[in-house]
């Protein structure tokens, strides 16, 4: 059987360049393309030659939705699989996000953070 592997995601910013270059900077992505959406507004996809995240802006004004964890179909968080958890976190924290709900578990060590739109980022290291 193939085995299906996630490509990208497409999530909705405020400003699409100044969230793919924190993205960038936090885990060593680079942007792949960008441009007007099909959808109106801006994007810019930012990630790895294999996978990567469309950050989207429409062309209207955003509003602020209620918390995604209570809204069917809301995002809940972006996990983000790192090699090395204490290097990233100190990147996270340079671009001045706040990290909480460290955690150590079978089989790895996590951490999250909010983006400046409010995405929750899970951040996974299966590294000793």
Do not use: C
């Amino acid at each position: 059987m193939d085995h299906a592997r996630i490509e990208h995601a497409n999530i909705t910013v405020t400003n699409p360049e100044e969230t793919a270059a924190a993205l960038s900077r936090m885990f060593g992505w680079h942007i792949r393309w960008q441009g007007p959406s099909a959808m109106g507004g801006r994007t810019v996809h930012v990630g790895t030659d294999d996978e990567y995240i469309a950050v989207y802006t429409p062309e209207r004004a955003l509003s602020q939705a209620e918390g995604n964890y209570e809204t069917p179909g809301g995002l809940n968080h972006i996990g983000v699989l790192v090699d090395d958890l204490n290097a990233v976190e100190a990147r996270v924290l340079n671009e001045g996000y706040k990290t909480f709900n460290h955690a150590n578990y079978e089989p790895g060590r996590r951490f999250y953070f909010l983006d400046a739109d409010g995405i929750e980022f899970e951040v996974v290291s299966y590294s000793s």
